[in-house]
């Protein structure tokens, strides 16, 4: 990055704001508290997987069982969806670094199609799930002796998947809104601060997903 | 009201310098709301909090008014209502946001030399979630209440309570995103924007607590959010993991809900160990004595906080090992609380005392917060707590650390920075009174509490056996004496507003940076960005305030 001075239309993106002495110093506060965002974020989902392997470690059959008759095709593909995603978007960070306009704004538009995509298998996969009935409490049709560890299984999948898709969901409109911004001109090597924080936050929530595929889709296929 | 209350202000400029942050964006309500300004974001908690506080508060006189006869007043089920409303208000509403948001959110930025926090909008946007979570709670408890108390166990919640569980749910939830939102802006306030040459070290003691607190609130707040999710799902769609009927484990919940609601204990207390380092060594005219031990235990609370939450559970069915584990390590927490009471008083030590107000809420602080303590040794220790389970020796424990301590340390900060905060001085003899009532009411009320608990008397309870009647006629006795003491500030604080005499920047003579500039601050803070060349509490040898 240049040091050359700030031009007047950069100055008047940076907005700046009183409490800090220079651009450099906001930009990195920024991604500073991202991160510490983010840690709030894993406790978040941490209380969850807390539940998940209480539970699991209680009813181990019962857990395999359930987690045997996940969609692991759809998951797998997911998982390759959703890395892929962060792949342009990690591109699309390096590409506004570099002040290419057009590829920032194209690859950020990609990594939200991607989560658009994502989010599209998922809800295929629960329409397959309504149909099984494996829906706790609105739609459960299972028995035998372990029905009520599946049951647990499944509001636990149901609550974890659905709170990631929420945060793709978000964070499908920040890349989105970033993706806009970029066309228009809105970045540039000076300020991309917004790609950069949007960016950390995309990652987290592909992160989350590379928790969730092994314990969901994994845990129950290596037994008999 | 709140812009009336400082609109006072206006006609006055203080002499010789530019408007106050109090004038300077215009006296409109919009103004107020709309503020991106830390020290107006901490007036509006002020006021918030105040109304919670006297919420709770009512809830609590008509809880000790219901034990002054043995069979009570009220019907058990109302009494269920009152104790959980006087609980959830208490905890969520009043202690957790009260010094943070308040004297935190107005001094933090002053004291590392800042001219606001690092995210000024997200500071409104916690409060606005801070309001919606207090409207949620209002409608909750005036829909008809809850009656599962603070805690939210289940399977009493999800599946038997026919109080309005889930809003009260929805309540705390949201109140705890403010939270995290507050503890966020703190940690990277504190990490970016102190001023050139204030390094960590010369840190002011409220500084470091503060961030104790928030690496709190941002770490074991998202837990209790998504517990209480979960609660609230099973509870809607009864399907879930915490009711043993649909073969969920109630355990599993309590050792979620205390993984958070132990570090909010701490959220409830560090604070205060912050107000209690800047008032002290200000009226003993000392330096603080062991800085770095004071730091470094307001650190080692928040980290070890994280790993005794399951003494809450001793009786609770976990195996006799956990019991030990946790045992050892709830007697270990108490040495940094410890090491900053011993600290305090070697402050104290030859040093030149002056009991104004602060101090007097100051060191009724240390001595409260030492009974609480202790008690809490009792409390850690797995046979007595076998005794002291859910009686009135726990109640009088944690409210030794939360009302005597937390609420004291709140009333001491809120007067020593009240010349800061509003350029005004209070008026001292009634200030003196009302602590002196506070301290006193206080152990009437709760000292007999630890031997009706001893003598076995059960909490959350809306009867008891006539014998323990006198102790709960002297409890209710203080109570009212501690309602005086908790409305006196009201009244003369504010009368102090339109007719108190005006304060200069430094009214005590206080090293600190947010004694260098004026009563009350300008809009940014500081004019120019100050220089820090020495450690805080430069009280002697040099008495000189430090240029900047």
Known sequence: MSETPLAPQDLGRLHLEPQYATARQQAETAAFGMWVFLATEVLFFGGMLFGYTYLRATFPEGFAEAARETHVIIGTINTVVLLTSSFTMAWAVHAAERDRRRATALLLAATALLGLLFLGLKGLEYYKEWEEGVVPGLNFHKDGPNAHVAAMFYYLYFMLTGVHGLHVTIGIGLVALMAVRAWRGGFSARYYTPVEVTGLYWHFVDLVWIFLYPLIYLAGRSGP | ?548
């Open chain 2, 1 to 548: 009201m709140t812009t009336a209350t400082f609109t006072g202000q206006s006609e006055e400029p203080a002499p010789g310098s530019q408007a106050s942050y109090l004038t300077a964006e215009g006296f409109t309500l919009r103004s107020w709301l709309l503020t991106k300004d830390h020290k107006r974001i901490a007036i509006l908690y002020t006021i918030s909090i105040t109304l919670f506080f006297f919420v709770g508060g009512a809830a609590a006189t008509l809880i000790r008014f219901n034990l002054v006869t043995p069979p009570g007043l009220f019907q058990p089920d109302t009494y269920n209502r009152l104790f959980t409303m006087h609980g959830i208000v208490m905890v969520w509403f009043f202690l957790i946001p009260s010094i943070p948001t308040t004297l935190g959110n107005f001094l933090i930025p002053l004291m590392i030399g800042a001219k606001d926090l690092a995210f000024p909008r997200l500071n409104l946007l916690s409060w606005y979630l801070f309001v919606i979570a207090g409207v949620l709670g209002l409608i909750a408890i005036g829909a008809g209440g809850v009656d599962t108390g603070w805690t939210f166990y289940t399977p009493f919640s999800t599946m038997y309570s026919n109080g309005y569980v889930v809003l009260a749910l929805a309540a705390v939830f949201v109140s705890g995103f403010s939270s995290i939102l507050t503890g966020l802006n703190f940690i990277v306030s504190i990490h970016r924007l102190r001023a050139p040459g204030l390094t960590w070290y010369r840190l002011p003691v409220f500084c470091w607590s503060n961030y104790a607190t928030a690496l709190i609130l941002v770490l074991a707040t998202p837990i209790l959010a998504i517990t209480l999710a979960l609660v609230a799902v099973e509870r809607l769609l009864k399907v879930g993991i915490f009711d043993p009927a649909l073969g969920g484990d109630p355990l599993l919940f309590q050792h979620l809900f205390w993984f958070y609601s132990h570090p909010a204990v701490y959220i409830m207390i560090l604070p205060g160990f912050g107000v209690i380092s800047e008032i002290v060594p200000c009226f003993a005219r000392k330096p603080l004595f062991g800085y770095k031990f004071v730091v470094w235990s307001s650190i080692a609370i928040a980290g070890i906080g994280f790993f005794v939450w399951a003494h809450h559970m001793f009786v609770a069915g976990i195996s006799l090992y956990a019991g030990l584990v946790f045992s050892l390590l709830s007697y270990i927490i108490a040495v940094p609380s410890a090491i900053k009471v011993f600290n305090w008083t070697a402050t104290l030590h030859k040093g030149w005392i002056s009991f104004d107000a602060p101090m007097l809420y100051a060191l009724g602080f240390i001595g409260l917060f030492t009974i609480g303590g202790l008690t809490g040794l009792f409390v850690a220790n797995l046979a007595f707590d076998v005794h002291a389970t859910d009686t009135y020796f726990v109640v009088a424990h944690f409210h030794y650390i939360m009302v005597g301590g937390m609420v004291s340390a709140y009333f001491g900060g809120l007067h020593y920075w009240w010349p800061k905060i509003t350029g005004r001085l209070y008026p001292e003899w009634w200030a003196r009174i009302a602590a002196i009532l506070i301290f006193f009411g206080f152990n009437l009320t709760f000292f007999p509490q630890f031997i009706l608990g001893y003598l076995g008397m059960q909490r959350r309870y809306a009867s008891y056996p006539p014998e323990f009647q006198i102790w709960n006629v002297l409890s209710s006795a203080g109570a009212s004496i501690l309602a005086v003491g908790y409305a006196l500030p009201l009244f003369y604080l504010g009368w102090s507003l339109w007719r108190g005499q005006k304060a200069g920047p430094n009214p005590w003579a206080a090293t600190g940076l947010e004694w260098r500039t004026p009563s009350p601050p300008p809009p940014h803070n500081f004019d120019v960005t100050p220089t820090v060349t020495r450690p805080p509490y430069q009280y002697r040898p040099d008495p000189e305030p430090q240029d900047v």
